[in-house]
T-cell receptor, first 113, second 114 residues
Framework: AQSVTQPDIHITVSEGASLELRCNYSYGATPYLFWYVQSPGQGLQLLLKYFSGDTLVQGIKGFEAEFKRSQSSFNLRKPSVHWSDAAEYFCAVGATGGFKTIFGAGTRLFVKA | KAGVTQTPRYLIKTRGQQVTLSCSPISGHRSVSWYQQTPGQGLQFLFEYFSETQRNKGNFPGRFSGRQFSNSRSEMNVSTLELGDSALYLC?????????????FGDGTRLSIL
């Protein structure tokens, strides 16, 4: 069955430090992979997506993610975190079999000054 | 270009009542999906509509239903409300149907059941 796992429920990083959010997926073929961000009281915003080709994808707000087929991972990275990056981040896989999109449980990012 | 608009933003109902939520997609987007977000279950897919037809459906009881109009606007209805239906309901639109389509989300309708 298709699934997405985000092992970290929450992460705290210092402003200016680098960030890596982990995501592992289970899927039978090459998946469609997404990262979304949700700020409090708002809907989700697409950060980046991977369909095929270059395994390192660039997104908005300085984020990037790397697809590693051998590890079934799609980790999100940012070299220098800003206080405004504090939010909840969701990894998702575009699913077949009727479920449209399967989301991970989310990782809440806290940024300390 | 205007984003996805959901109305109302907040709603309070009591058990046993029914509720209708509305979603206007981005202009030109033909697919509308609905999700339920709760602290315990996370984001759960409800259903997707495309060209006025339900294309996909998640694992929710028949009390949850929806429809899509010819202008792509969509409504979601929940009948016989239960306390467990308290959640943030998110609508998302995309240009087309299919698993690879990036989705654009509205800010949601927060439904509270008393």
């Amino acid at each position: 069955a298709q699934s997405v796992t985000q092992p970290d429920i929450h992460i705290t990083v210092s402003e200016g430090a680098s960030l890596e959010l982990r995501c592992n997926y289970s899927y039978g073929a090459t998946p469609y992979l997404f990262w979304y961000v949700q700020s409090p009281g708002q809907g989700l915003q697409l950060l980046l997506k991977y369909f095929s080709g270059d395994t390192l994808v660039q997104g908005i707000k300085g984020f990037e993610a790397e697809f590693k087929r051998s590890q079934s991972s799609f980790n999100l990275r940012k070299p220098s975190v800003h206080w405004s990056d504090a939010a909840e981040y969701f990894c998702a896989v575009g699913a077949t079999g009727g479920f449209k999109t399967i989301f991970g449980a989310g990782t809440r990012l806290f940024v300390k000054a | 270009k205007a984003g996805v608009t959901q109305t109302p933003r907040y709603l309070i109902k009591t058990r046993g009542q029914q509720v209708t939520l509305s979603c206007s997609p981005i202009s030109g987007h033909r697919s509308v999906s609905w999700y339920q977000q709760t602290p315990g279950q996370g984001l759960q897919f409800l259903f997707e509509y495309f060209s006025e037809t339900q294309r996909n459906k998640g694992n929710f009881p028949g009390r949850f239903s929806g429809r899509q109009f010819s202008n792509s606007r969509s409504e979601m209805n929940v009948s016989t409300l239960e306390l467990g239906d308290s959640a943030l309901y998110l609508c998302a639109s995309s240009l087309d149907q299919g698993a690879g389509q990036p989705q654009h989300f509205g800010d949601g309708t927060r439904l509270s059941i008393l």
